[in-house]
């Protein structure tokens, strides 16, 4: 597994698809709501179940992520960041990871010929209409606060389509191309045992199905994703 997972890592793309969120209004109460979500002042805490859940996730993901980040601090770090970040927005860390490799290829100062920024390849725009003027978005928290309300925000919009939802997050809608390319990564790179069997029981960390549907219907159905009940601790967007 761990053989296969490397080699996989290493054959697919990595050049970055670089994010290009197109800027469409925004309603006043949901601006309210995206800028509590990426401003609010509440202190890190784990979002791990328990210690050996964090020890283990770490310790595979660390292994996965290895030739990214060769500093062993760094790279624990970066996975502690998103698997945070990803909970607290409802998210699939896996999902998250994904769509990271996809978009920046795991580059810290990544910049589009668009303009989006850094791992998450987040347009500046959002700091204009959601943030704060101090918001830099290659600060590692920063970039993955904002990536990850992004994308629960075009969740929402789309009503749990994932599919849609990476359409949109890339400025891509309905084309294929991004959308598969980050679930592709999802499945057979960046999935964790756990993830997929949580998903079982009813949470939003859907096991990706192929080309963004679920699997084993007759009819493929569009795999949505909905809200996850997030512990109401929330993260102080500091720069690292």
């Known amino acids: 597994m761990r053989f296969a997972c490397a080699v996989l890592t290493a054959c697919l793309p990595a050049l970055a698809w670089g994010g290009d969120q197109i800027y469409e209004p925004l309603s006043a109460s949901v601006r309210a709501a995206l800028h509590r979500a990426v401003s609010d002042q509440a202190a890190q805490t784990s979002a791990f179940a328990s210690l050996d859940e964090e020890r283990r996730w770490l310790a595979e993901m660390s292994r996965r992520l ?13 996975l502690r960041t998103v698997h945070y970040e990803a909970t607290r927005a409802g998210l699939d860390p896996q999902l998250v990871l994904a769509v990271i490799h996809v978009e920046s290829a795991f580059r810290k100062y990544a910049v589009s010929p668009a303009g989006a920024r850094g791992y ?3 347009m500046p725009f959002w700091v204009k209409e959601i943030g704060e003027e101090e918001h830099n ?27 849609r939802a990476l359409g ?34 009813g949470r ?3 096991a990706p199905g192929r080309r963004g549907y679920r699997t ?11 809200r996850a009940s997030v512990n109401a601790r929330h993260a102080r967007l500091t720069t690292r």
């Open 137 to 163: 978005l290659f600060h590692l928290r920063v970039n993955l606060r904002y990536g990850c309300t992004i994308l629960r925000h075009y969740l929402d919009l789309e009503q749990g389509d994932l599919y």
């Open 204 to 206: 939003t960390r859907a």
């Open 120 to 122: 998450m390849q987040v």
């Open 216 to 226: 084993g219907s007759r009819r493929p159905r569009r795999l949505r994703i909905r």
């Open 168 to 201: 949109r997050y890339n400025g891509s809608l309905g084309r294929p191309e991004y959308p598969n390319a980050v679930l592709e990564a999802w499945q057979k790179v960046w999935s964790y045992p756990e993830t997929t069997a949580r998903a079982g029981r």
């Open 66 to 78: 290895g030739r990214h980040f060769p500093d062993q601090r760094a790279r624990e770090d970066f």
